[in-house]
């Protein structure tokens, strides 16, 4: 399976800004995506970032709040914008080789707005 | 839409006692099934697979079969260790064609003791 990093592992915010999480893998995937893990729930997709394109956003997840960037097969970013306490989750990113393959997952980034 | 139910927790065993962790799920077509777990402080781990009906995935002692008249994918172990003690969560991987997005269900913590 691939190797995933993020950064950063966590942090601690002030509301009304905004953070960049990086996720990179060691191989190029076709497929990446992002979840959101609230505090004692469980994962619910953000969104597929797609290379080279705009990123496919799930129900009650927007753009303006959660742009994503793809610029090749091995990087992404997620940028939570004008955060809030609501924000303070887990933030993972996960890769698929290819479309209907297995799924492995970094190993998060821990944020809480204060 | 797609949706995995897992029985509630927290499961608390003894060491070396069978542990069974309840999945039943609803969705359209022919969906994967997996088991994640998710150690304390970390990000989610594929624990076993199963891509279609009557398949057995198995790792570290883990195992699940793909039970498609009873829509379940219960996870078992014989005989569970301290370490065991983590978050599960039981996910399906809906069968779109075009990209491998996870339902996750609310997970389940395990809590082994001496």
């Known amino acids: 399976s691939a190797v995933i990093s993020q950064k950063p592992s966590r942090d601690i915010c002030q509301r009304g800004t905004s953070l960049t999480i990086q996720c990179q893998v060691d191989s190029q995937v076709t497929m990446m995506f992002w979840y959101r893990q609230q505090p004692g729930q469980s994962l619910t997709l953000i969104a597929t970032?797609?290379?080279?394109?705009?990123?496919?956003?799930e129900s009650g997840f927007v753009i303006d709040k959660f742009p994503i960037s793809r610029p090749n097969l091995t990087f992404s970013t997620l940028t939570v914008s004008n955060m809030s306490p609501e924000d303070s989750s887990i933030y993972l990113c996960s890769v698929a080789a290819r479309a209907e393959e297995t799924q492995y997952f970094g190993p998060g980034t821990r944020l809480l707005v204060l | 839409g797609d949706s995995v139910t897992q029985m509630e927790g927290p499961v608390t065993l003894s060491e070396e006692a069978f542990l069974t962790i309840n999945c039943t799920y609803t969705?359209?077509?022919?969906?994967?099934l997996f088991w994640y777990v998710q150690y304390p402080g970390e990000g989610l781990q594929l624990l076993l697979k199963a891509t279609k009906a009557d398949d057995k995935g198995s790792n570290k002692g883990f195992e699940a079969t793909y039970r498609k008249e009873t829509t379940s994918f219960h996870l078992e172990k014989g005989s569970v260790q301290v370490s065991d003690s983590a978050v599960y969560f039981c996910?399906?991987?809906?069968?779109?064609?075009?990209?491998?997005?996870?339902?996750f269900g609310t997970g389940t913590r395990l809590q082994v003791t001496l």
């Open positions: 970032a797609n290379q080279g394109s705009e990123a496919t956003y």
């Open positions: 996910a399906l991987s809906a069968d779109t064609g075009t990209a491998s997005k996870l339902t």
């Open positions: 969705a359209t077509g022919y969906p994967s």
